[in-house]
């Protein structure tokens, strides 16, 4: 087997039994890249040099003999609006597109100091705002799968990159599910970690009471590897917890016996894929003959969530968005005065998806509506955690699909934002919530992967690796490889 | 119709941004479709509910006012449009 086909885990193994070089294994996911990124267009900018730097790095450091992490040498890709210090980080947005970050955020720093390799930059929704990729203001990024379809979003990039063999992992970030559903839509493992785990210090902001950074792998195991990296309290983030991280791979456990499921009803919405229902269902059934305990159960603020995600994420994109006026960095066009070139910076360097945002999030700020929309939604936000609060008295994690379909094609929904805001249906209710779910894959609709979202407590992510684990290693979906189109 | 052009032109005021008329017709019919479908948030009673800006419980997170190493003049300006005598220039605010 190609070597970009293995995970970080299996990968790690055969470096620090010299089967391989960093450098060779660096090389082979470089060539991937230079293979089939022509059609995927993952990347947004690539960073081959300095990753081969890297991989040289761990080889010298494995040749005399040191101990290296788990993603030493092993080279991953990250979202690019995740601030890297000396390398562009256009966050897909013209405005953007020559930014040159004078620092790092705090996830980057963790990885250069495990020796992870970074591969580059890559492709998301503008601002992370989308569901598709398409929202890109440079490219659209393909799925592996069919490269007709889209990746899913805002995190596109990132879970294409690991579906077609051109990182080995990735860091994407989730603000309404843009982790759990591009993983979902690519046949990866996507995880949103509780809101405050992992410190958003360089994340550039679109809604940052729901933003959250998190790991995109082919497998759960890997994906615990990098939440061991990335989590914990950091002092330039004041949103992160603090408090201790566990070892997440000993909840790398093959066992479920006593775990109680929770099926909230609600979130099997009119539209839904038959055979998406149909693989979760199956699912389910599988963990009750695993030894799981199931009951289903009714959130009922579940139908209200979407709305309110639409009016609170926006409010919030409408205040950290201001701050690209073309005065401290970005794109600038010059204009008759200081405000004239305010509105003409603005309105030619962002796109459309973000220039909604930011007007629907202005409307519900300003005076005479605030109350009936952005106010009203914050209560809304309340009743959608207590549904939480009240279904984890009674069940330890929620299993809900992550996608009401799989993916779907480019261009289809595109002059219809209404349209592409309920693919996030069963995702978003999970951000306002600020509680921890991963995506697996768990079947195959004509020939697209379909994702089972888990959901659990706030710094539940224990529990629900070791739920993901046990379906995953009682199945082979993980296994199989996008296509690219191949027969 | 729960907003108008006229709205919308208001609020792009607000965003500092500037539409085309067939832009502000888009944007209006979109946003018109959006606030509809936000209307459902109208069929709960939340009279007596707390809002919820946040998740954590979280107050005022403070730190010691003590001068820690942060970026130097130069890193910080190295991405500014304009800049001169180690400032951000802008154009001119103030007649005269």
């Known amino acids: ?487 | 119709m729960k907003i108008t052009c006229k709205d919308v032109a208001n609020v792009a005021l607000l965003s500092r941004l500037e539409f085309s008329e067939s832009e502000l017709e888009t944007f209006t019919g979109q946003m018109d479709a959006i606030l509809e479908y936000a209307d459902v948030l109208n069929k709960l009673n939340v009279d007596n509910v707390q809002p919820t800006a946040h998740v954590l419980p979280l107050k005022n997170v403070m730190r010691a006012d003590e001068a820690k190493p942060s970026l130097s003049r130069e890193l910080a300006l190295s991405n500014a449009p304009e800049q001169e005598d180690g400032y951000f220039k802008v154009p001119k605010i103030m007649e005269g």
């Open chain 1, 1 to 487: 087997m190609e070597l970009f086909k293995h995970t970080a885990s299996q990968l790690h193994e055969k470096l620090v039994a010299k089967e391989i070089s960093a450098v060779e294994l660096t090389k082979a996911v470089l060539g991937r890249v230079d293979a089939v990124d022509k059609d995927v267009q993952a990347y947004i900018t690539r960073t081959s040099e300095t990753a081969l730097a890297q991989a040289q790095a761990v080889d010298s450091k494995i040749q005399r003999g040191e101990k290296v992490s788990v993603l030493a040498g092993i080279p991953g890709a990250l979202k690019d609006n995740i601030c890297t210090k000396g390398i562009k980080t256009t966050c897909a947005s013209k405005i953007l597109a020559t930014f040159v970050p004078p620092y790092d955020a705090t996830v980057a720093e963790k990885l250069a100091a495990e020796d992870a390799v970074i591969l580059g930059k890559a492709n998301m929704d503008e601002f992370a705002m989308g569901g598709s990729t398409e929202n890109s203001g440079f490219f659209p990024t393909h799925n592996p799968w069919n490269l007709e379809t889209v990746p899913g979003g805002s995190s596109g990039g990132s879970a294409a990159a690991v579906a077609a063999g051109e990182a080995i992992w990735a860091l994407g970030s989730d603000t309404g599910g843009s982790i759990r559903q591009p993983a979902a839509y690519c046949g990866v493992v996507g995880l949103k970690p509780t809101y405050g785990r992992v410190s958003r210090y360089g994340l550039v902001a679109y809604a940052s009471s729901l933003d959250q950074i998190g790991p995109i792998t082919r497998d759960v195991t890997d994906s615990a590897h990098v939440m061991n990296i990335i989590s914990g309290y950091d002092a330039k983030d004041s949103t992160s917890i603090n408090t201790g991280v566990p070892d997440y791979t000993k909840s790398l456990v093959n066992n479920i016996k006593g775990l109680k499921i929770g099926l909230p009803k609600e979130y099997f919405v009119a539209g839904m894929d038959a055979e998406v229902e149909r693989a979760i269902n199956k699912a389910i059934e599988q963990l009750v003959a695993l030894g799981a305990e199931y009951k289903e159960i009714s959130m009922p603020h579940t139908e209200y969530a979407l709305s309110a995600y639409y009016m609170i994420a926006p409010a919030e994109a409408s205040s950290n968005l201001a701050r690209y006026d073309g005065v401290s960095f970005g794109h600038r066009v010059e204009g008759n005065d200081i405000i004239d070139m305010y509105k003409k910076t603005r309105s030619e360097a962002f796109g459309a998806e973000v220039k909604r945002r930011i007007m629907l999030g202005t409307y519900a700020l300003s005076s005479g509506y605030y109350d009936a929309y952005y106010l009203k939604a914050l209560k809304v936000r309340t009743l959608v955690k207590q549904d939480f609060d009240k279904a984890f008295e009674q069940v330890d994690v929620l299993i809900t699909p992550t996608a009401p379909t799989t993916a779907f094609k480019l261009g289809e929904k595109t002059n219809d934002p209404l349209a592409m805001y309920l693919q996030d249906v069963c995702t978003i209710p999970v951000n306002l919530s600020g509680v921890p779910a991963i995506s697996i894959p768990c079947g195959f609709a004509a020939g697209m992967p379909i994702g089972m979202q888990i959901i659990g407590k706030p710094l539940g992510e224990e529990t629900i690796i070791r739920a993901a684990y046990t379906f995953e290693q009682n199945n082979d979906y993980h296994k199989g490889f996008a296509t690219l189109g191949e027969v």
